[in-house]
C-alpha cells in the first residue's frame, strides 16, 4: 500500500447542514464521483469496508480535545485475501478468527467466515455519491448515501492539520453536531430506532437541556427534558463580566449534558447562549471554554430569535387560534417578547428585564417591606416601556422558569409535571397572592413551598413581578402557561418539524 499520512476528520449525518452547505453551494466542485462499497459494521470503531474489488481498513488513532478523529489507514488488499490480512480483518472487527487453513480468502469466503464467528458482523452496502470540495484549505465533501435502502446525508472536513480542520467547521457551524464516523452514522441509519436531537439553552440563570425524538412522520417525542440552576449571570451586574465560579457550574452541567446526550444515541446537538453571554465582555473566553471543556459550540442568539424560536414553539405546542398573539419568555437576564398573527410574526425583540437583576438589585432574594416592593415594580415597569401603548392581544402566552414555577405552586405540584403545566391558566389573583406570600419570607422560608423549586426560591419574587407588570401593561387579566420554551423552538428549528 502506498504511503498514507493518517489525517483528522470531522463529518456528520443529517437531512441538511444549513451554512455547510451554502459554503460549498458556494463553489466549484473539484471532482464527483459515485461508488458501490461494502461496508463491514461491528462494535469495534474501525472503518473496514469493500471498494472496487479492495479491502480497505482505517483504524481510529487518536480522538483531540475539540472532538476531531484521527483515523489511520492501516490496509488497501485485493482479493484473493492473503491469510495475514485475513487476521487483519477480524483483529479490526473485533472478532476471533477461526481456524484458518486457506492460504487466500475470496470476499465471499471472507464473508461467511465473520458470520459464522458469531461476533455480530454486519454487511452492508452502500451506495455514495460523493462532491469533493476545498474548504478552509482542508478537503471537503458532501454525499448522498443510501445504505441497504435507506439515504442519509453526510458531510465531511478533512486534513493532516487539525486546527485547520477545526476552524473550518467552526466557519460553516458543523461543531454544533456530533463529529460521527461512517461505521457508527451507518449504524444508527440502520437502527430500528428513531433519530433522536439534542439541544441546550445556556441562561442567565439556568442551563436547560432537551432531547426530542423524531419519528418518520415528523413527531417529536421527549425524551429528556430537564434544568440545572448554574446562575452563569451571578454578579454580572457588577462588572459585566461571567466570574470564575459560575462559568465552572456551567461549564460542570454542560458536560454531564454532553454525556446524557452520548448515552441515548444522540445524532446532534445544537446550543445557545441568551442574555446574560449577549451582556457579558468576556463571552468569547466563556465560550471557549465551554467549547475546551464539552466539545460544544455555543451560539450566543440575540434576543429577536430568541423569542422567534419561543412563538414557534407555542405554534407548535399548543392551539392559539388565528387571532392577535403575544408570547414573552423572562428569564434570568432578559425578557423576549414577540408579537403575531396566528402563525405569522409581525414583531419581536428583547429587553433587559430579567429575574437575577432586579433580585440583586433590591435584595429581593430576602423579606422586604411594601416599599421596596413598590420600588422594584417601578424599576421594572420603566424597563418594559417598549410594550406600553399597545391594544390588548387576543391571547398572552408566558414561558420561562419564573412562569412555570409560579403555575407549579398555583397546582401545588409536589413533583413538577410539564403536562399539567402546559396550557395552564393564571390570573392576576393568583400572581397577586404569590407576591405577597414571597414578599414577607426569606429565600430559606420560601422553600418550604409546595411546587417551587428550591433553587428558584431567592429570584421568584423578582420573577413574579415581571409577569404580573407585563400582564398589567398589555390589559389581560390571565395568561396561558407554556412549558415548552426556547429549546424546543430550537430543537424544531434546526432538526425540522
Request: net charge negative; glycine share 10%.
Amino acid at each position: 500500500m502506498a504511503t498514507i499520512i493518517p489525517r483528522w476528520e470531522w463529518r456528520v449525518f443529517g437531512d441538511g447542514f444549513g451554512a455547510a452547505e451554502a459554503a460549498l453551494a458556494a463553489q466549484t466542485p473539484r471532482t464527483v464521483e459515485e461508488s458501490d462499497e461494502l461496508y463491514l459494521l461491528s462494535a469495534a470503531a474501525a472503518n473496514v469496508k469493500v471498494r472496487a474489488d479492495l479491502l480497505d481498513i482505517k483504524l481510529l488513532r487518536e480522538v483531540d480535545a475539540d472532538g476531531l478523529e484521527r483515523w489511520e489507514p492501516v490496509m488497501k488488499q485485493g482479493f484473493p485475501l492473503p491469510a495475514a490480512a485475513v487476521s487483519t480483518v477480524f483483529d479490526a472487527l473485533g472478532v476471533d478468527p477461526p481456524p484458518h487453513t486457506r492460504a487466500a480468502d475470496t470476499l465471499e469466503q471472507l464473508l461467511a467466515e465473520l458470520v459464522a464467528s458469531g461476533g455480530g458482523v454486519r454487511a452492508v452496502t452502500v451506495h455514495k455519491r460523493r462532491v469533493r470540495y476545498t474548504l478552509g484549505g482542508c478537503a471537503a465533501e458532501a454525499a448522498d448515501v443510501v445504505a441497504d435502502g435507506r439515504g442519509v446525508r453526510t458531510i465531511a472536513i478533512e486534513s493532516e492539520d487539525a486546527s485547520a480542520v477545526i476552524a473550518a467547521v467552526r466557519g460553516v457551524g458543523l461543531d454544533a453536531s456530533v463529529n460521527t464516523s461512517y461505521p457508527r452514522g451507518l449504524a444508527a441509519l440502520l437502527a430500528d430506532g428513531p433519530a433522536r436531537f439534542a439541544v441546550i439553552d445556556v441562561g442567565t440563570n439556568s442551563v436547560k437541556f432537551h432531547i426530542g425524538e423524531r419519528d418518520a412522520g415528523g413527531r417529536w417525542r421527549t425524551i429528556v427534558d430537564r434544568a440545572e440552576m448554574t446562575r452563569l449571570g451571578e454578579n454580572l451586574d457588577v462588572n459585566n463580566r461571567i466570574s470564575t465560579e459560575p462559568l465552572e457550574r456551567t461549564v460542570t452541567a454542560i458536560a454531564g449534558m454532553v454525556e446524557e446526550a452520548g448515552r441515548h444515541g444522540v445524532r446532534a446537538t445544537a446550543a445557545v447562549g441568551t442574555a446574560g453571554l449577549r451582556a457579558a465582555r468576556n463571552r468569547d473566553d466563556v465560550v471557549a471554554a465551554i467549547r475546551a471543556r464539552t466539545g460544544v459550540t455555543v451560539e450566543v442568539i440575540p434576543g429577536e430569535e430568541e423569542g422567534r424560536l419561543a412563538y414557534l414553539a407555542v405554534q407548535a405546542e399548543l392551539g392559539v387560534g388565528d387571532g392577535s398573539l403575544v408570547v414573552f419568555d423572562t428569564g434570568g437576564g432578559s425578557s423576549q417578547f414577540t408579537f403575531g398573527q396566528g402563525p405569522h410574526v409581525d414583531e419581536r425583540f428583547s429587553v433587559p428585564v430579567g429575574a437575577v437583576l432586579y433580585t440583586e438589585r433590591f435584595g429581593l432574594a430576602g423579606a422586604v417591606g411594601p416599599e421596596v416592593l413598590g420600588d422594584a415594580l417601578a424599576a421594572i415597569s420603566a424597563d418594559l416601556s417598549p410594550i406600553d401603548g399597545r391594544p390588548p392581544p387576543d391571547a398572552l402566552v408566558a414561558m420561562g422558569g419564573a412562569v412555570t414555577n409560579l403555575t407549579a405552586v398555583k397546582l401545588e405540584l409536589a413533583t413538577y409535571d410539564p403536562d399539567k403545566v402546559q396550557g395552564a391558566v393564571l390570573d392576576r389573583a393568583e400572581i397577586d397572592r404569590q407576591i405577597e406570600r414571597y414578599r414577607v419570607r426569606d429565600a430559606d422560608a420560601r422553600r418550604a413551598t409546595v411546587g417551587l423549586q428550591p433553587q428558584r426560591a431567592d429570584v421568584i419574587l423578582a420573577g413574579a413581578c415581571i409577569v404580573r407588570t407585563v400582564m398589567d401593561k398589555l390589559g389581560q387579566e390571565t395568561l396561558t402557561v407554556s412549558d415548552r420554551g426556547l429549546r424546543h423552538g430550537l430543537l424544531i428549528d434546526r432538526f425540522g418539524t
